[in-house]
């Protein structure tokens, strides 16, 4: 072999329509990321690409390489300094935008196209660590569309093919791999990840709860319409009071806010009685990246499996996961929505159910003892505490702030709260009276899609209610809300806030269409959540197992796979190397069968005879049948040697033509 | 390296070329190329696509990222079938040999190649040459001929024979490098170096005694024609360059009857080769002075006549004379 020839540096510098694709590809392909970065980093990738951009409009040098490592490492300073470290999902994605518009300045060479598409392909990837939602998806296929038009760009020669071809190319490209996409996904042996851990912020933690709860928390998540989980129920629905997914228990109160404890309870898990109906049904959580699950009052049975792996019950009778939840998982649970939980509470228990901090409340506290030394019997404080609530609160998403004594602030001031202030002022009472309580917070309610019967719990659907200790009685739930403002749980968030405070159209009973889209879409987002977002290694195994695989292993599976992807391949090169029928060949046909059938007739075609001589000859035997042929024969001559662009159309005008001719032989040669 | 490893290398090596020949077409005037005789690796960017799939995977796997699954399996997918296309791209390309013109030994032969699809659709960035990446790339539109030019150098008078080459293509991704060794029968005259000195009188040794001691083509006034790089810039018509017109030489025959014989016998001072190159200087002047001339070698006669078809034929067999 030779050895490579020094190549033309002019030649082997990508086209100036290559370069404006390229610079297009990549504002395509980071276009979402501008949420994420920060805005001085937003600011030099925009002026990066606004560079290039006037560069090659106006024909600019670009700057010098030494120019653009210095701001690179500026860059990756920067970025360090913004977000403390560099190894992270957002810092990760911040130098990849300035690596990126920064690297697309000094694209001189074809080299350095080729290694630009490349990482684009790449970076449309870094969007999926924020969102897996369908809309991304359509992004997906535009972005990996464009950058392969650059690529094939890249790859033309100086004279440039049309755009159309080029589109074209690229979309037999697209549209040849979807079906190797669809088996790879199917069929690519799924292994439970993760394999070298998760940089921290990994996803973005999405949940409307936190295991805290001060003054407007929950207000900020009730809000945001977005999805918590979904249920399928098998067999009985529960009804709209038995809504209530328990989640977190908040037992320690500061004054202000209350938490988790700390100090968990090594105890044997609360007992549970449980009698009635059993109600079986199956969730599918949105990741949260929290540990914490999602159970209707009261889950019962022991083993409770997700993704193969055994789920908790705390002491509490709490669903936890072992790992956060990441990704997509489903889990099946059986509650029962009549029961008795805890048979006797010691005495640390105790304590720790009715500790409230000293020197703090004064009034509520007062409030309290004053009904305690009316009653010492739970059930009438109870009754007490709810009468007060109903008396004149009012339910609001947007309350006032509240000063150092929370409590009392709200129950003496200003009058106006949601969930948790009712939740957390009614424990405090309840305390200060002398009984075990607790907040539990959770999500209460969700909403029935009726297009595909499931129930979808929504962020807004976060709430607080509270557990109070009765004697005999075990934990008993009671939901001061619903002292203030019934709807509440009947009707769900929607029914009871004024029309003011509701966020966006969809989503609200008021307007149907845009309602109705909403569920609509919803059913379809479950779907693919389902499908798509939750295919891992249980699901493949259950799907191919579906299918007649009967030991779907990694082995058969990747075996199943090559073979699909042979056999894709196989078809796809019929259609790809299918040779297209070339007019020429169609005219000589037609005119070939024309000439057969005259030479039956008696006139056969001489070897050396053109088109127009054979017609002049039959035409001088025969006067009769050689006027009939010689526009026919005539027509013959001018497609076939005539100008190209006519030959496709004009096979089909002769084809018509001598159809015609052979309906008049047929009749001249009846005769005869 | 070792002696051992050479030999091996030159073994392997050639073994490799031979199976590579047998599987070549046959050498003929149209090549058509087969699923036989085209082969098709990944370029170092279709590795660094593989690399970044490979990336791509693992962290999809690694985040349990769905539609990073996807993803990846789409580039797969898109990259599988580019390597279809990419093939289909040079496979339906059938290569004709055109005449390609003499050259002088020295100078860069063009050997012209035409090129058409036989599947109805058009071809692009092809490029052919005797080396690795050699070759200007060129598109060929359906039911069009596209001529290529293979830039060969050429070293000796004689047949230069194309030999085989290096067909391939990379569109339209670039990530897969197909390629076929062909080899079209093409083949151009090299003429003998002209070099030696200029032919004049006094380098006439000639028995036959019928030409004058004149300027070679001097005497007779003949016409005027368009003015060739090279022409003494006496013969140039100045009047009327300053009249304006465009740049004419004046052309002058010699006496009628007046026939030059180049002789191979003449020169014996100089050894064969150089006075090959000498009789085709001599050519070349005699035909720029539009002399009548024949020529004479060892096995051959030409007998003394004008014009470019002889000037062709007497540098072809100066070109293909063997001593």
């Known amino acids: 072999m030779q050895a490579l020839p020094a190549r033309d540096a002019a030649a082997d510098a990508p086209s100036r329509h290559s370069l404006y694709l390229l610079t297009l590809s990549l504002c395509l392909s980071l276009s979402p990321h501008i949420a994420h970065i920060p805005a001085w980093l937003l600011l030099v990738a925009g002026a990066a690409i606004f560079y290039m951009l006037l560069s090659l409009y106006r024909n600019l040098a670009r700057p010098k390489t030494w120019l653009l490592w ?30 990126l518009s920064l690297k697309l300045l000094e694209t001189r060479r074809y080299r350095d196209g080729m290694v630009m598409a490349g990482l684009i392909y790449f970076s449309v990837m870094t969007h999926f660590l924020y969102d897996q939602t369908i809309p991304l998806l359509f992004f997906m296929l535009l972005a990996v569309t464009v950058n392969t038009l650059a690529l ?18 690229a979309g037999s490209l697209l549209l040849n791999a979807l079906p190797v996409m669809l088996l790879l996904f199917v069929l690519f042996p799924r292994i439970p990840g993760p394999i070298w851990g998760l940089p921290q912020d990994a996803y973005t933690a999405r949940t409307g709860l936190s295991d805290s709860m001060s003054p407007n928390d929950i207000s900020n998540v009730v809000l945001s319409n977005d999805p918590a989980f979904r249920v399928v129920f098998s067999g009985s629905r529960p009804r709209p009071e038995q809504l209530y997914w328990r989640t977190l228990i908040l037992g320690n109160f500061d004054g202000r806010t209350w938490r988790v404890d700390d100090k968990p309870l090594l105890a044997e898990p609360e007992q549970l009685e449980t009698k009635g109906q059993a109600l079986n049904y199956t969730v599918t959580v ?174 807004s659907d976060a709430h607080a209610w509270a557990e109070v200790w009765i004697d005999n009685r075990g934990w008993v739930r009671v939901d001061p809300t619903t002292a203030v403002s019934p709807a509440r749980i009947e009707l769900g968030l929607e029914g009871a806030i004024p029309l003011s405070e509701r966020a966006g159209y969809f989503y609200r009973r008021d307007y149907p269409l845009f309602y109705n889209l909403g569920l609509l879409w919803d059913a379809i987002d479950n779907r693919w959540n389902l499908w798509v977002l939750g295919y891992g290694p249980e699901m493949q195994f259950g799907f191919l197992s579906k299918l007649g695989m009967s030991h779907p292993d990694p082995y058969t599976m990747t075996l199943a796979m090559l073979l699909g992807i042979t056999v894709l391949l196989i078809v796809s090169g019929q259609f790809i190397l299918k040779r297209r029928t070339r007019a020429d060949d169609l005219l000589q046909k037609i005119y070939l069968r024309l000439c057969s059938r005259l030479a039956k007739m008696g006139y056969p075609r001489a070897a050396h005879e053109g088109p127009l001589g054979f017609a002049a000859r039959i035409e001088a035997e025969n006067a009769v049948l050689g006027k009939m042929l010689s526009p026919t024969f005539h027509l013959y001559a001018r497609l076939r040697y005539g100008s190209h662009n006519l030959r496709q159309a004009g096979s089909h005008l002769l084809r018509r033509k001598i159809r015609s001719l052979n309906r008049h032989l047929e009749k001249s040669e009846t005769p005869g | 390296m070792s002696l051992f490893t050479k030999t091996w290398y030159e073994f392997i090596n050639r073994k490799f070329y031979q199976w590579i020949g047998r599987r070549m077409p046959e050498k003929s005037g149209i090549v058509k190329l087969n699923l036989h005789s085209t082969y098709i690796l990944p370029t170092r960017y279709g590795m660094l696509f593989g690399f970044i799939l490979y990336g791509m995977l693992m962290s999809s796997i690694n985040f349990s990222n769905s539609l990073g699954f996807l993803l990846t399996f789409l580039l797969t997918g898109i990259c599988l079938t580019g390597m279809l296309h990419t093939f289909r791209n040079l496979v339906s390309v059938q290569i004709s040999t055109a005449r390609s013109p003499a050259v002088f030994a020295g100078e860069t032969a063009v050997f012209y190649l035409r090129l058409e699809t036989i599947d109805g659709r058009p071809a692009y960035a092809l490029a052919a040459g005797k080396d690795r990446r050699g070759g200007r790339k060129t598109d060929v539109e359906a039911g069009q001929k596209q001529l290529l030019e293979l830039h060969v150098p050429a070293e000796r008078r004689g047949r230069l024979q194309l030999g085989r080459i290096r067909i391939w293509s990379e569109f339209p991704l670039g990530l897969f ?26 380098f006439n040794r000639s028995r036959n005694g019928k030409w ?49 014989w180049l002789d191979w016998d003449h020169l014996q001072h100089l050894d064969p080769e150089q006075r090959l190159s000498q009789l085709c200087r001599w050519v070349l002047d005699l035909h720029r002075s539009n002399c009548k001339y024949g020529l004479k070698l060892p096995d051959c006669r030409i007998e003394p006549s004008r014009g470019e078809a002889h000037k062709h034929e007497c540098l072809t067999r100066l070109a293909l004379f063997e001593w």
């Open chain 1, 152 to 169: 094939i760009t890249l790859n033309e020669t100086s004279a440039r093919i049309a755009m159309r071809r080029k589109i074209r190319i």
């Open chain 2, 177 to 202: 490098h197909v390629w076929s060794w062909i080899e079209p029968d093409a083949n151009l005259i090299v003429y003998p170096r002209s070099s030696g000195t200029k032919y004049s009188t006094a």
């Open chain 1, 286 to 459: 949105e990741p949260h990246q929290r540990r914490w699950l999602f159970a209707l009052d009261m889950p019962a049975n022991e083993r409770v499996l997700m993704n193969g792996e055994r789920l908790l019950l705390t002491s509490e009778r709490l669903l936890r996961a072992t790992k956060p939840v990441i990704n997509l998982t489903q889990y099946s649970v059986v509650s029962y929505p009549q029961y008795r939980l805890g048979s006797e509470l010691n005495r640390y228990q105790r304590q720790r159910a009715l500790q409230i901090p000293p020197n703090s409340n004064p009034r509520a506290l007062e409030l309290a003892k004053s009904w305690r030394a009316k009653t010492r019997r739970p059930e009438e404080l109870i009754a007490y505490a709810l009468d007060f609530f109903h008396r004149d609160f009012t339910y609001t998403l947007q309350p006032p702030v509240l000063g150092r004594h929370a409590v009392d602030d709200f129950l003496f001031e200003s009058k106006r709260g949601f969930c948790e202030h009712f939740a957390g002022s009614f424990v405090f009472l309840m305390r200060a009276a002398g009984v075990p309580a607790r907040v539990v917070t959770g999500y209460q309610g969700g909403e029935f899609n009726p297009l595909a019967d499931y129930l979808l719990v929504r962020q």
């Open chain 1, 70 to 99: 210095l701001l690179v490492s500026i860059c990756v300073t920067g970025v360090g300094m913004h977000y403390g470290k560099i190894f992270g999902r957002d810092s990760g994605v911040s130098l990849l935008v300035a690596m």
């Open chain 2, 212 to 260: 004058t001691a004149n300027d070679i083509g001097h005497d007779d006034f003949a016409g005027l024609r368009r003015y060739h790089p090279g022409d003494s810039s006496r013969h140039i018509d100045w009047k009327a360059v300053a009249r304006g017109y465009e740049i004419l030489t004046k052309q002058f025959t010699d006496s009628a009857g007046d026939e030059i």
